[in-house]
């Protein structure tokens, strides 16, 4: 992931993105444990034994959401789902948030590529916030 993220992608990715991921994969000895959990009432719930309260942090499964839609919106089309996933001519970009890089950028890439036969981003052009009127909002620049 560490020469993948870092330098073949060190001339495309912007720097915001570059510098996130830097901090986590060069920290210490390699990736560090993340929690995958939050202790809330809603969600979808840990299916252990003494688990109980608790769900799968959204960021964690969310991105693989996007290839089940994508299996069911193309059954209900009659196509095949695999191009959109799978296939090296796909250029696959994920347009985030700051607060999803490590998700975007280092999580699910991890995920795709031990699963193995899935493209991986070609980018993850992530943008800042601006606060603004109090507020934080998305900032498009």
């Known amino acids: 992931m560490k020469k993948w993220i870092l330098e073949d992608h060190a001339d495309d990715w912007k720097n915001n993105v570059l510098g996130q991921c830097r901090s986590w994969l060069e920290a210490g000895d390699g990736l560090q ?4 959990t ?8 840990v299916p252990l034994e003494g688990a109980d309260g608790k769900v799968l942090y959204v960021w964690f499964d969310a991105p693989i959401g996007y290839i089940s839609s994508t299996k069911e919106w193309a059954a209900e089309k009659g196509i095949d789902w695999q191009p959109y996933w799978k296939d ?10 700051k607060d999803n890089i490590v998700f975007h950028c280092i999580i699910f890439p991890a995920i795709l590529k031990t699963h193995g036969g899935y493209v991986l981003p070609e980018n993850v052009p992530a943008n800042e916030f601006l606060n ?8 498009l620049a």
């Open 33 to 36: 444990a993340r929690s995958m």
């Open 38 to 45: 939050r202790d809330l009432d809603w969600g979808i719930k």
């Open 88 to 97: 090296q001519d796909t250029k696959l970009v994920h347009f985030i948030g």
């Open 132 to 139: 603004l009127e109090g507020e934080k909002n998305l900032h």
